[in-house]
């Protein structure tokens, strides 16, 4: 059942609306602004009529606080005069679904309140589908990732740390929150393309040679191809193709100069280099932040983005890295 706020500083007006609306919904009412504040602080509300003419705090700042306090909660203006500019303001700073003359059409007013909360049930429903589908990509990516770190026999720690020094460092270059923990998540998809890559050039302790080392440089056309043309994944496209990439053109798969490679590229090659040179493997010992970071600050310009260097070595000085190194 939905709840309604009704809100008015006269008392035969809310009997009124109470008698119209509680044999289908459940009616809260309140004597004015303040108590109409205090019940959208303390009650979840679908729906509120509120009057806009009201001593000391009135139906449009009401319809404003609720929008910020419940944004989701349909808004209904009751007015007894026809103010224009007034009406603008409320629609422009509470964002109202309606206003309402006084005196009202009880069979309108009913029918505004039916519509709206069918639009709300609506929006609802949305959110959710929205919401599970995010998550359902979230999951696909996750294990696409298990799967291809599985072939490679590296650890999925790699992937999560590398997820979060993107992260970290597209907000430190200025990308929005977001689009930044959209960025990160999608650089866990970096190296997809070794799934086409043969296990005995993958797995292969020994050097290799010439003929199998071109075949090792073409995984990031191949993630490219693997990730397939949603718009979902287009960042994962970019970084698949271009986290091999030298900052000087000397890279693969295509010699890229600099701003020609993506963004997002350059940001998840310094932290997925940083990675690798901080971790133990197989054949080396972990190098120490510092030593990594002097030895990164070295290839500036030739390997990796300055800018994105700095920006790396401001998050070790701030403690960034160490918490997400710990983290996983």
């Known amino acids: 059942m939905h709840t309604l706020l009704l809100v008015d500083d006269d008392p035969d007006v809310l009997a009124t609306l109470t008698r119209s609306f509680r044999k289908g919904y459940k009616t809260l009412s309140a004597n004015g602004g303040e108590e109409g504040i205090a019940f959208l602080n303390e009650h ?10 009201m001593p000391n705090i009135s139906g449009d700042q009401v ?21 224009v500019e007034s009406l603008l ?7 109202i679904y309606k206003y309402v003359t006084k005196p009202w059409d ?5 029918l505004s309140v039916v519509r709206a909360l069918e639009s709300l049930v609506l929006k609802r429903d949305l959110d959710t589908t929205r919401s599970q589908l995010e998550t359902a990509y979230k999951d696909a990516v996750v294990m696409l990732c298990l799967a291809a770190e599985g072939k490679d026999q590296d650890t999925a720690s790699h992937l999560y740390r590398v997820q979060h020094y993107t992260e970290a460092l597209a907000i430190a270059m200025g990308v929005d929150n977001e689009e930044a923990a959209h960025m990160g998540l999608m650089s866990m998809l970096h190296d997809i393309g070794k799934l086409a890559t043969p296990d005995a050039i993958l797995k292969k302790p020994d050097k290799l040679t010439e003929e199998e080392w071109a075949i090792m440089r073409e995984h990031p056309f191949n993630g490219v191809r693997i990730l397939g043309n949603n718009p979902f994944y ?3 496209r970019e970084i698949s193709a271009g986290h091999h990439e030298n900052y000087d053109g000397s890279g693969y798969p295509q010699g890229l100069i600099g701003d020609e490679i993506p963004l997002s590229a350059r940001i998840v090659k310094i932290a997925d280099v940083f990675d690798a040179l901080t971790t133990q493997r197989p054949y080396k010992k972990p190098w120490t932040m510092e030593t990594s970071l002097t030895h990164m600050e070295s290839h500036e310009g030739i390997m990796f983005d300055p800018a994105i260097v700095e920006k790396l070595k401001k998050l070790f000085i701030d403690g960034t890295l160490t918490r997400i190194k710990e983290a996983f």
């Open 44 to 53: 979840p509300i679908d729906l509120i009529i509120c009057d806009q003419r």
């Open 234 to 236: 287009e960042t994962a």
């Open 106 to 110: 009880p069979a309108e007013l009913s």
């Open 63 to 83: 319809l404003s606080h609720a929008l910020q306090v419940q944004p989701d909660a349909i808004r209904i203006l009751l007015t007894g005069y026809a103010d």
């Open 89 to 95: 303001t409320c629609v422009n700073d509470a964002h």
